[in-house]
C-alpha cells in the first residue's frame, strides 16, 4: 500500500482539499463553498475525496489542515499539522514554482502578498478587515451590474477605456459605481475600472512598502479573473503566472508540511459520517474568563483551546 496525504484549507468562502502522494503529486482535488459551516465543508470535501483516491492502491497516513477553521478541523481529521495560511501558501507554491519572489493572493473576503527568498517567506502583509478588493466585494458588483462574476475578465479585456473606480473602500465603491452607471459610462469599461480598481487598492494597502519581485504569482479565486491579472500586470509591468492549481495552495502547502512532518496517525475517511459538535465552557478560575472550546466527536471530548494556563485546561481522555 503506498502512502498519501490530505491537506485542507478552511475561509470563509471557500474550503479546499488535496491528497499527494510521497512525490507530491496531486491524487485528488476538490473546491466547495464553506456556507458558514466549515464542520460541514470539510466533510463534504473528505468524503469526496475518498471517492476520487484510489483506496486499494493508496492509504491517507497523515493530514494537514490551514485557513480560518484550521485548528476546528484539524481535531476533526486527527491532523499531524496544523499552520497558518502564510506558511502553507509559501510552501506549496514554492514547491510548484521554486524561484518565485513575490506571491499575490486575493480570496473571498481577505488578501495577503507573500515575499519570498531563495524559497522562504521573509515578509508578508493580510488585510482582512475590509473586504474591498476581494473576490466578495466584486461578486457583489457583478450582482448589481447584472453580470456573472466569472464573466467579469472577459468582459474587462473587451475594454479600451476603462472607467476609473475609488475602490478605497467597499462603500466609496459602490457609490461610485452607481455615478458612473448614471452617467453613462458602458458597462465593459466599468467592469475594466473594477478590476483596475482591485489591482490598484491591493498594491496601494497590502502591498505599500514591499519590494515586489518577480517571478510573481498570483492566487486565490480572483486570479481566475483575467481583467484583474492584467492590472496587476499592467500596474506592475512585470508578467503575472497564474496556476491551474492556485486556487489549492494552501491545501496542496498543508498537504506538503504533513508529508514532511514525519508525524504519521490514523486517518479514515468515515469523518463524514461522524457527529462533531463544539461546545463553549468559560473558565471561573480568574478574571480572565477564558473561553473554552471544546470539540465532541460523537459525544466525545477530543480537543480544547482557548484557555490562557492550566487552570482553563479541558482535558480528552487519553
Not at 234 to 247: A, F
Request: hydrophobic share 40%.
Amino acid at each position: 500500500m503506498k502512502k498519501a496525504y490530505l491537506g485542507i484549507d478552511i475561509g470563509s468562502i471557500s474550503t479546499k482539499g488535496v491528497i499527494i502522494d510521497e512525490d507530491k503529486n496531486i491524487l485528488a482535488s476538490i473546491y466547495i463553498w464553506t456556507e458558514g459551516n466549515p464542520m460541514g465543508a470539510s466533510k463534504k470535501v473528505i468524503s469526496k475525496l475518498g471517492e476520487m483516491l484510489d483506496q486499494d492502491t493508496y492509504k491517507v497516513v497523515a493530514a494537514g489542515t490551514t485557513g480560518s477553521a484550521r485548528k476546528l478541523v484539524g481535531a476533526m481529521c486527527n491532523a499531524s499539522i496544523v499552520k497558518n495560511e502564510i506558511t502553507a501558501h509559501a510552501v506549496g507554491t514554492t514547491t510548484l514554482h521554486p524561484d518565485v519572489r513575490t506571491i499575490l493572493e486575493i480570496g473571498g473576503q481577505d488578501s495577503k502578498i507573500i515575499c519570498v527568498e531563495n524559497g522562504v517567506a521573509v515578509d508578508y502583509a493580510m488585510n482582512t478587515l475590509c473586504a474591498a478588493g476581494t473576490g466578495s466585494f466584486l461578486s457583489s458588483q457583478a450582482r448589481r451590474l447584472g453580470v456573472e462574476v466569472n464573466e467579469f475578465g472577459k468582459i474587462a479585456l473587451s475594454s479600451s477605456n476603462p472607467t476609473p473606480i475609488a475602490a478605497r473602500c467597499t462603500v466609496f465603491a459602490e457609490s461610485d459605481l452607481v455615478h458612473k452607471i448614471q452617467m453613462g459610462h458602458r458597462k465593459e469599461d466599468i467592469i475594466a475600472g473594477l478590476c483596475n480598481a482591485v489591482a490598484n487598492n491591493y498594491l496601494n494597502n497590502i502591498g505599500k512598502g514591499k519590494k515586489i519581485l518577480p517571478p510573481i504569482v498570483f492566487q486565490g479565486g480572483v486570479s481566475k479573473n483575467e481583467g484583474v491579472v492584467k492590472a496587476f500586470s499592467d500596474s506592475l509591468n512585470q508578467k503575472i503566472i497564474v496556476d491551474d492549481n492556485g486556487h489549492l495552495m494552501g491545501c496542496y502547502g498543508a498537504a506538503i508540511l504533513a508529508l514532511g512532518s514525519g508525524i504519521e496517525k490514523d486517518f479514515t475517511f468515515d469523518i463524514a459520517d461522524m457527529d462533531f459538535v463544539t461546545k463553549e465552557v468559560v473558565c471561573p478560575h480568574c478574571a480572565n474568563h477564558c473561553e473554552v472550546i471544546c470539540v465532541y466527536r460523537n459525544s466525545e471530548l477530543i480537543d480544547s483551546w482557548g484557555n490562557r494556563c492550566e487552570r482553563g485546561e479541558v482535558k480528552a481522555e487519553s
